[in-house]
């Protein structure tokens, strides 16, 4: 079972899920599986190999698994992580000085398309409209659970992102608290009387940093990049959460998503990627995405300071990314 | 030329660093370079490859080169980066909306031995002694610099853990500002009356996390680990900083280091690792050495979140580190 501690003394916390782990020597050739396809835990056809699915979307619909009856045909399908970093059940763990806390939360993985060896860029519209109201509903349905205060939606892809599969799919982990990197922006946000982000918007619009827009949404390489090509998608109105973002702009969300995975695919030869989603359903929060490629190493600067080194400027990453 | 900027509208900053940088597709490639021995710039009888030596440790003496006369023979030599992070004399930048400011600092490269091929487990102790001494005068030398605020240094061993060079060394960086990630630490530890590393030792000196110690200074797996096997090390008296660290102290973190390293390179086959040293010469704050080795992706939910999901408890970790 996992448990989360809390820093010292510091408002910070970890995840210690050490079901997966075996001795030292497994931990050291920890790589992505390669498996057959017909053995993909995620393929169209092994619906038995995996937990039954909590949500499947089926031509319009969304159902959910039986015990011993599995939906197959589905578009998208949604199944409890078989190693959980969290558990909405955890065991009893006695209090220490340090607050260990049971690990507990939900931990759900939503499988993007049944079929192998399809990216982000290959979603059709219709296809990525869907992905995109799984999202919703997924988060809003995790969001409202008692206990829950914070949903973390994330992808990561290839190796170097930490993604241990290669059917795409996305990760979403319900935690009990919020997360001091979001609490710290709340905080400062509350505090500024006007959004900070739409003022990013309106800013970013016109700069050099430009990368896309649609009619909901506006793309752009951050002044602050943490990291090479990394870019934010903003929604141009305010929005704090999935659960007031409406259809529309929730598919112009994905729409600029594809757009930027796209240009990576072309400019970088498909890198590894992350992005994840920002949001806090307080009212003054803005809705975020952030994509980043990993083509860079958090090393030993970046571990102790927090200050990153990017070798590539916003600004050049911006005309690489822009249409050309 | 490199420039510092803040985050939008956080106490947050990167280091724009592009000198490097060429077009996206060199980024694809980047990794260690394997590169001969007799290319090797930072091998005895290679001197003159580098930029001129800041401090040449040799028999004893402390001396530099000048621009075309190399100290050869060295035992420790400290070297300006070819591809400074941060520099004395950056370019003048115009500020923007959100700070863009100069990349001041000095960023050095401290070789640990003239001998390519050598791991810190290889060194006596009379050369670890010497290295330790050369990490604590140039520490406090950069310190005293005018603008200097925090002197980072590090040591990165592997390509995963971001070196890019083979012949092991380490690296300092000097900034004009005290970073985000230590200024929080330093704003709690301001508010407890009592050192709470001075806690930490009395309580994990006699716990399931103990690793190692001397007269100095313990080692452990801390109870918060945001890494499989992270170990901590801290002097079991109150220091600050190396500006106020006896010789002795310092030979003492330098002999835990090496035991940390020598066990890693035992259990988990040698991985790539950093280590970092955390200090501020305030009074309050507790001189620390944190060591991960690098086993694990920061991927989406870090971050998304900044909590890290670790799959190795410190508890087991420590039983392995252990000496057997």
Redesign the interface.
């Known amino acids: 079972m996992s448990d989360i501690?809390?820093?010292?003394?510091?408002d910070?916390?970890?995840?210690?899920?050490?079901?997966?782990?075996k001795r030292?020597?497994d931990?050291?050739s920890?790589k992505t599986e390669r498996v057959a396809i017909s053995n993909c835990v995620f393929c169209s056809g092994n619906e038995d190999k995996t937990p039954p699915a909590t949500a499947v979307y089926k031509n319009g619909d969304v159902l959910e698994d039986k015990q011993d009856v599995h939906v197959t045909g589905w578009d998208v399908r949604c199944i409890p992580n078989l190693f959980p970093?969290v558990s909405p059940t955890p065991a009893k763990i006695e209090p220490?000085?340090?607050q260990?806390d049971a690990g507990f939360g939900y931990h759900e993985v939503i499988v993007e398309t049944p079929v192998h060896g399809r990216t982000i860029s290959d979603l059709s519209d219709h296809e990525l409209a869907l992905l995109m109201r799984a999202y919703k509903d997924r988060v809003v349905h995790y969001q409202s659970q008692t206990g829950i205060e914070?949903v973390?939606?994330?992808?990561?892809w290839g190796e170097?992102?930490?993604?241990s599969l290669e059917h795409i799919h996305s990760?979403l982990?319900a935690?009990p608290l919020l997360?001091?990197?979001?609490r710290?922006?709340q905080d400062?946000?509350q505090d500024?009387k006007k959004c900070?982000y739409c003022?990013?918007v309106e800013?970013e619009e016109n700069s050099e940093r430009f990368v896309y827009e649609n009619a909901d949404v506006l793309a752009f390489t951050?002044?602050?990049?943490?990291a090479?090509?990394e870019v934010w998608i903003l929604p141009k109105q305010h929005i704090d959460h999935f659960a007031n973002c409406a259809d529309e702009v929730m598919r112009s969300l994905g729409d600029a998503i594809r757009f930027v995975i796209s240009r990576y695919d072309t400019?970088?030869?498909s890198?590894s990627y992350?992005?994840?989603?920002?949001q806090i359903a307080d009212g003054s929060y803005h809705l975020n995405v952030?994509i980043?490629p990993v083509?860079?190493?958090?090393?030993?600067?970046e571990?102790?300071?927090?200050?990153?080194?990017?070798?590539?400027?916003?600004e050049?990453a911006a005309s690489?990314l822009r249409e050309q």
């Open positions: 501690r809390k820093h010292y003394f510091l910070e916390y970890c995840i210690i899920a050490s079901e997966r782990s030292p020597s931990l050291v920890e970093a220490s000085d340090w260990i914070y973390s939606l994330f992808k990561n170097r992102a930490g993604a990760q982990i935690l997360p001091p990197l979001l710290r922006e400062v946000i500024i900070p003022d990013i800013k951050p002044h602050f990049s943490i090479p090509f400019i970088l030869d890198p992350n992005y994840m989603f920002y952030r980043q083509l860079a190493t958090r090393a030993g600067f571990k102790n300071t927090d200050i990153y080194i990017n070798t590539v400027s916003p050049d690489y």
